[in-house]
C-alpha cells in the first residue's frame, strides 16, 4: 500500500519568503508527526497532530512556524519568513493510533534551503 | 541534553560477521526502543523494537537487546550484508517524549559500513 507521502521533495527559497510542506499521511492512521533533521543530526520532534487536533506543537521553534490538519488527513507545515537556519529535510511520520508502541512510519522527507 | 546518544557517528564491518551498534539513554521514563535504518534520500524506515518489559526481541538476522539498569540497547546485525550499508537511528519513547506516547527521541545515527 501507499506509505506516507510529502511534496514537494525539494524546496529553494529566499531568506524572508514563506513557504508550505505537504504530508499526507498513510491512509486511516490518525496520529501525524512532523520533525526536522539537520544536517549530522538525527530527527527532532516539532509537532504532533491526533486526529485534526495539534495534540503537542512544543517543538516547534518559533511562531513563524504552523501546521495544520484540517480534515484529519492531508497536513501542512508552513513556515513565514524563513531564515537560513530553517534549511534542512523536513520529515514527515504517521502512527496508526498514537496511543503508544506504535511504529511510526516516515515519509522521504522535504529538503528545504533557504538562499 | 541529549537524550539519547549514539557514540559512534561510523561502524566498518566486513561483510558476512556482526555488526553490533550501539545506544545509551538517559531519561529512565522511556518503555518502548526503536531501530531505524535510513538510506540517502529517503525518509527512516523502521527495523526492529523493543519493550521496556523485554530484554531481547529477535527478527531474522537483526536482535535487539535491551539493559534498563545500564540504560542501554544494540542492535546486532548478523550476518551483515552489503545492503546493510545505511545510517542507523536509535529512538526511544514514553510519555515523555514530544508527540504523545509514540512521538520519538532519536540519536544522532551511526553510519554503518559493509566492507566487501
Known amino acids: 500500500g501507499a506509505g506516507v507521502s510529502q511534496t514537494p521533495s525539494n524546496k529553494v527559497t529566499e531568506k524572508g519568503k514563506y513557504v508550505e510542506l505537504r504530508c499526507d499521511p498513510i491512509?486511516?492512521?490518525?496520529?501525524l508527526y512532523w520533525y526536522r533533521q539537520s544536517l549530522g543530526q538525527g530527527p527532532e520532534f516539532l509537532i504532533y497532530?491526533?486526529?485534526?487536533?495539534?495534540?503537542?506543537d512544543s517543538g516547534l521553534p518559533n511562531d513563524r512556524f504552523f501546521a495544520v490538519r484540517p480534515e484529519g488527513s492531508v497536513s501542512t507545515l508552513k513556515i513565514q519568513r524563513t531564515e537560513r537556519g530553517d534549511s534542512a529535510v523536513y520529515l514527515c511520520?504517521?502512527?496508526?493510533?498514537?496511543?503508544?508502541?506504535?511504529?511510526?512510519?516516515f515519509g522521504n522527507g522535504t529538503r528545504l534551503t533557504v538562499t | 541534553d541529549q537524550q539519547v546518544k549514539q557514540n559512534s557517528p561510523s561502524l566498518s564491518v566486513q561483510e558476512g560477521r556482526i555488526s553490533i551498534l550501539n545506544c545509551d539513554y538517559t531519561?529512565?521514563?522511556?518503555?518502548?526502543f526503536l531501530w531505524y535504518k535510513k538510506y540517502p534520500a529517503e525518509g527512516p524506515t523502521f527495523l526492529i523494537s523493543?519493550?521496556?518489559?523485554?530484554d531481547k526481541n529477535e527478527d531474522g538476522r537483526f536482535t535487539v537487546f535491551l539493559n534498563k539498569s545500564a540504560k542501554h540497547l544494540s542492535l546486532h546485525i548478523v550476518p551483515s550484508q552489503p545492503g546493510d550499508s545505511a545510517v542507523y537511528f536509535c529512538?526511544?519513547?514514553?510519555?515523555?517524549?514530544?508527540?504523545?506516547?509514540?512521538?520519538?527521541?532519536f540519536g544522532k545515527g551511526t553510519h554503518l559500513i559493509i566492507q566487501p
Open positions: 523493543i519493550s521496556s518489559i523485554k
Open positions: 491512509s486511516g492512521h490518525t496520529a
Open positions: 511520520a504517521s502512527s496508526a493510533s498514537g496511543t503508544g508502541n506504535s511504529p511510526l512510519h
Open positions: 497532530f491526533q486526529g485534526t487536533g495539534a495534540a503537542d
Open positions: 531519561n529512565s521514563m522511556f518503555d518502548y
Open positions: 529512538a526511544a519513547s514514553g510519555l515523555v517524549s514530544g508527540g504523545g506516547a509514540d512521538g520519538l527521541t
